[in-house]
């Protein structure tokens, strides 16, 4: 039996992984990352051990440091969890000659079904279907070219060791193959050390429908029913359900067929996810792929059937025989998960970065939450954007999703941009509950993309300077120090003649693009008259406690949470967080004389990253919308385009370099 377990990975699916080992008595041993020094699954394990950098290469993807580390301190298994090395080949054969028990499948069987080109060779070999396409050894981009024109528009390219709907380019006309092909390959390179590509047949508007399956070393193979995972944004999972909603039974019957004659083929041996899409126009079932792992979304599948896949995963690397069959395992009740993520639904779902400064969990009945932060963790640029996941469970569907929508509602979460209130608007839908979902959902219920609810940034900015002011006023008041208040400070900057406290005074602050923003403020009996551009707002009835400000403006009661972190003022609601860096005079006159520089034409990354390439050289002449910069950033690869026409006049990074978010990475005279 396993005593000591290693678990390779971070975040939530670490802290998932340690539960269950405390309650089978197992040790847990965490490894952590500089940036994880005080993370949640650093606290939670028993042992806890430094593995190095923050980049995940030099950490949680290290695996000769990994395996050195289980071998130092004895653990007998390995836990990957998912992503990193959870389907890494060479890491689950160092495991085995290290006699370390790695806590999955066998690794000829991780090696299979890591590539997408040879699991769909497998599939068709079982009499899977898979989406038409090609899945040749021959990478040539001519041959490529040539079967795109076979299979037709649109047709998608996909990075064979692809995963998290990385890798995955649509092409709708043939003309931009070329230019979608280079950019799929250098992405997978990028990403999955393998430039290999298949095409796929693009079928407009599918189901994402998947199949749990648990096998054992002993032959033993059930399914745990199906979970829909059809609601997704950039090919990534965003709500997930088990059972599907609208599936007649002969297609459910037939997605277990499949994904059991597909295990059984490659007599599979831990808990694996065999994913389809299904053609709603035609029903049609299609293999897409199987990972050979646990699934973020797993909790679903165990709220219905009552198992812990953890335990079973843990129990069959151990050698346990499954100790019931396929007509034992029944489900009962409706589960849906929605994933919490540290990113800006109404831009792009662009990740964001930041410290929680208030952070609190729902809870209540059917209520589970699967989290790796706590207050004060930091989301940093180093791993995915997820922070929790929030699963609720009822006797049926629409208990589920009321459940969901009020946890959802009782999650504080402040400091970092998140995706809480684009999942309650997508989940109070009635296309939610009326129809078959479909992978368009999102595009199709928000057309324009979705717009966060519109909190006046002009109210905001009002109690972001009320918080300034008293958090100064305090500061003072409790060091009896020297440092000037902004009442004192500021009297250069009063711009009426009085010298009394409650003469106008002026503050500067510059927002994260570089903009300063010049508010002017008046105390009058307990009151402040805040100016911002054409504005004039009342603020009264102040109350300031360390996180957070609550005032009427204008009548209008109003509550954010605050925090400053060195000269940096952060003002969030529950899912929008704004941070402003406070200027004096003379650094807002010298910011703003390089601000002006280059106006339009500079290209800016968008958040923290590194480049992978730059398309162009003092001098080339560019057009608008020509890519300049390849950038990859939160494990996205991302082209950037030249705004305005015209001189290339300045590169500052090359390949390789890090930079930070908001950072000019090219200057362009515009013609
Ligand atoms: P990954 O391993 O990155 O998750 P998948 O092959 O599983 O990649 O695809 C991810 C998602 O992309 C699917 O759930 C589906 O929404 C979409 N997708 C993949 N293949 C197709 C296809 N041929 N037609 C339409 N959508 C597809």
Same mark, same amino acid.
């Not at 704004?578 to 520089?597: G, P």
């Given at each position: 039996?396993?005593?000591?377990?290693?678990?390779?990975?971070?975040g939530?699916?670490?802290?998932?992984?340690?539960?269950?080992?405390?309650k089978?008595?197992?040790?847990?041993?965490?490894?952590?990352?500089?940036? !994880?020094?005080?993370?949640?699954?650093t606290?939670?394990?028993?042992?806890?051990?430094?593995?190095?950098?923050?980049?995940?290469?030099?950490?949680?993807?290290?695996?000769?440091?990994?395996?050195?580390?289980?071998?130092?301190?004895?653990?007998?298994?390995?836990?990957?969890?998912?992503?990193?090395l959870?389907?890494?080949?060479?890491?689950?054969?160092?495991?085995?000659?290290?006699?370390?028990?790695f806590?999955?499948?066998?690794? !000829? @069987?991780?090696?299979q079904?890591?590539?997408?080109?040879?699991?769909?060779h497998?599939?068709?070999?079982?009499?899977?279907?898979?989406?038409?396409?090609?899945? =040749?050894?021959?990478?040539h981009?001519?041959?490529?070219?040539?079967?795109?024109?076979?299979?037709?528009?649109?047709?998608?390219?996909?990075?064979?060791?692809?995963?998290?709907?990385r890798?995955?380019?649509?092409?709708?006309?043939?003309?931009?193959?070329?230019?979608?092909?280079?950019?799929?390959?250098?992405?997978?390179?990028?990403?999955?050390? !393998?430039?290999?590509?298949l095409?796929?047949?693009?079928?407009?508007?599918?189901r994402?429908?998947?199949?749990?399956?648990?096998?054992?070393?002993?032959?033993?193979?059930?399914?745990?029913?199906?979970?829909?995972?059809?609601?997704?944004?950039?090919?990534?999972k965003?709500?997930?359900?088990?059972p599907?909603?609208? /599936?007649?039974?002969?297609?459910?019957?037939?997605?277990?067929?499949?994904?059991?004659?597909?295990?059984? $083929?490659?007599?599979?041996?831990?808990?694996?996810?065999?994913?389809?899409?299904?053609?709603n126009?035609?029903?049609?079932?299609?293999f897409?792929?199987?990972?050979?792992?646990?699934?973020?979304?797993?909790?679903?599948?165990?709220?219905?059937? =009552?198992?812990?896949?953890v335990?079973?995963?843990?129990?069959?690397?151990?050698?346990?025989t499954?100790?019931?069959?396929?007509?034992?395992?029944?489900?009962?009740?409706?589960?849906?998960?929605?994933?919490?993520?540290?990113?800006?639904?109404?831009?792009?779902?662009?990740?964001?970065?930041?410290?929680?400064?208030?952070y609190?969990?729902?809870?209540?009945?059917?209520?589970?939450?699967?989290?790796?932060?706590?207050?004060?963790?930091?989301?940093?640029?180093?791993?995915?954007?997820m922070?929790?996941?929030?699963?609720?469970t009822?006797?049926?569907?629409?208990?589920?999703?009321?459940? /969901?929508?009020?946890?959802?509602?009782d999650?504080?979460?402040?400091?970092?941009?998140?995706?809480?209130?684009?999942?309650?608007?997508?989940?109070?839908?009635p296309?939610?509950?009326?129809?078959?979902?479909?992978?368009?959902?999102?595009?199709?219920?928000?057309?324009?993309?979705?717009?966060?609810?519109?909190?006046?940034?002009?109210?905001?900015?009002?109690?972001?300077?009320?918080?300034?002011l008293?958090?100064?006023?305090?500061?003072?008041?409790?060091?009896?120090?020297?440092?000037?208040?902004?009442?004192?400070?500021?009297?250069?900057?009063?711009?009426?003649?009085?010298?009394?406290? $409650?003469?106008q005074?002026?503050?500067?602050?510059?927002?994260?693009?570089?903009?300063?923003i010049? @508010?002017?403020?008046?105390l009058?009996?307990?009151?402040?008259?805040?100016?911002?551009?054409e504005?004039? /707002?009342?603020?009264?009835?102040?109350t300031h406690?360390d996180?957070?400000?609550?005032?009427?403006?204008?009548?209008?009661?109003?509550?954010?949470?605050?925090?400053?972190?060195?000269n940096?003022?952060?003002i969030?609601?529950?899912?929008?967080?704004?941070?402003?860096?406070?200027?004096?005079?003379?650094?807002?006159?010298?910011?703003?004389?390089?601000?002006?520089?280059?106006?339009? =034409?500079?290209?800016?990354?968008?958040?923290?990253?590194?480049?992978?390439? @730059?398309? @162009?050289?003092?001098?080339?002449?560019?057009?608008?919308?020509?890519?300049?910069?390849?950038?990859?950033?939160?494990?996205?690869?991302q082209?950037?385009?030249?705004?305005? !026409?015209?001189t290339?006049?300045?590169v500052?990074?090359?390949?390789?370099?890090?930079?930070e978010?908001?950072?000019?990475?090219?200057?362009i005279?515009?013609?």
């Amino acid at each position: 039996m396993i005593k000591r377990l290693l678990i390779a990975n971070r975040g939530e699916i670490a802290v998932r992984v340690i539960n269950t080992c405390k309650k089978m008595g197992i040790t847990t041993i965490a490894v952590y990352s500089d940036a !994880d020094r005080n993370a949640k699954h650093t606290q939670l394990a028993h042992e806890a051990y430094s593995i190095g950098a923050s980049e995940a290469s030099a950490s949680y993807l290290d695996n000769n440091k990994i395996i050195n580390l289980a071998k130092k301190v004895s653990a007998d298994a390995i836990h990957p969890g998912y992503g990193f090395l959870s389907e890494n080949t060479d890491f689950v054969r160092q495991c085995e000659d290290n006699d370390i028990i790695f806590i999955g499948p066998r690794k !000829d @069987v991780v090696h299979q079904m890591g590539s997408k080109i040879e699991s769909k060779h497998i599939a068709l070999a079982c009499d899977v279907p898979t989406v038409p396409g090609y899945f =040749g050894e021959d990478q040539h981009p001519n041959t490529l070219k040539r079967e795109a024109k076979k299979i037709g528009t649109p047709l998608l390219i996909k990075a064979s060791a692809g995963g998290g709907g990385r890798g995955i380019r649509i092409v709708r006309d043939l003309s931009t193959f070329s230019e979608a092909l280079e950019l799929a390959t250098k992405e997978a390179l990028t990403a999955f050390g !393998d430039a290999s590509v298949l095409l796929e047949r693009y079928i407009e508007e599918p189901r994402h429908l998947e199949v749990q399956v648990l096998g054992d070393l002993h032959g033993n193979i059930v399914h745990l029913f199906e979970r829909e995972c059809s609601i997704q944004r950039n090919h990534q999972k965003v709500i997930e359900e088990a059972p599907a909603n609208f /599936l007649d039974d002969g297609t459910r019957q037939q997605l277990f067929h499949y994904a059991l004659r597909l295990a059984n $083929h490659i007599q599979y041996s831990s808990t694996g996810t065999v994913e389809f899409i299904v053609d709603n126009n035609t029903g049609d079932v299609f293999f897409l792929e199987m990972n050979t792992r646990l699934q973020v979304e797993h909790p679903v599948t165990e709220n219905i059937t =009552g198992l812990d896949l953890v335990e079973w995963q843990i129990r069959i690397a151990s050698g346990t025989t499954l100790p019931f069959s396929q007509k034992d395992i029944t489900t009962s009740g409706w589960s849906i998960e929605a994933r919490v993520a540290a990113e800006n639904p109404a831009e792009s779902y662009r990740p964001e970065i930041g410290h929680l400064t208030f952070y609190r969990e729902p809870s209540g009945t059917g209520i589970r939450i699967d989290s790796g932060v706590q207050q004060h963790s930091e989301i940093s640029p180093f791993y995915d954007s997820m922070i929790a996941k929030v699963i609720a469970t009822g006797d049926n569907r629409a208990i589920a999703t009321q459940r /969901l929508i009020c946890a959802l509602d009782d999650f504080l979460l402040a400091g970092v941009s998140n995706n809480i209130q684009f999942l309650k608007d997508l989940l109070s839908l009635p296309a939610f509950s009326e129809a078959a979902l479909t992978t368009s959902y999102l595009t199709q219920q928000f057309p324009q993309g979705w717009q966060a609810p519109n909190h006046s940034r002009i109210d905001m900015l009002a109690l972001l300077t009320v918080a300034y002011l008293k958090q100064q006023l305090n500061n003072e008041s409790i060091k009896h120090s020297t440092q000037p208040s902004p009442w004192h400070s500021l009297e250069a900057w009063r711009i009426t003649g009085n010298t009394n406290i $409650h003469s106008q005074s002026q503050l500067i602050f510059q927002d994260v693009t570089g903009e300063q923003i010049t @508010v002017s403020y008046q105390l009058r009996n307990n009151s402040y008259l805040i100016s911002i551009v054409e504005s004039t /707002l009342r603020v009264t009835n102040v109350t300031h406690t360390d996180d957070t400000i609550r005032a009427e403006v204008d009548g209008k009661l109003l509550c954010f949470r605050t925090s400053f972190r060195q000269n940096k003022i952060t003002i969030a609601t529950n899912t929008t967080a704004h941070t402003y860096l406070h200027l004096s005079q003379r650094e807002a006159l010298a910011s703003n004389s390089t601000t002006q520089l280059s106006g339009e =034409g500079r290209v800016k990354a968008a958040m923290p990253g590194s480049i992978e390439g @730059v398309k @162009v050289a003092v001098g080339d002449k560019v057009k608008k919308g020509d890519i300049v910069v390849i950038m990859e950033a939160m494990k996205m690869v991302q082209s950037l385009a030249s705004s305005v !026409d015209g001189t290339i006049s300045k590169v500052h990074y090359q390949p390789g370099d890090t930079v930070e978010a908001h950072a000019v990475l090219v200057e362009i005279e515009e013609i």
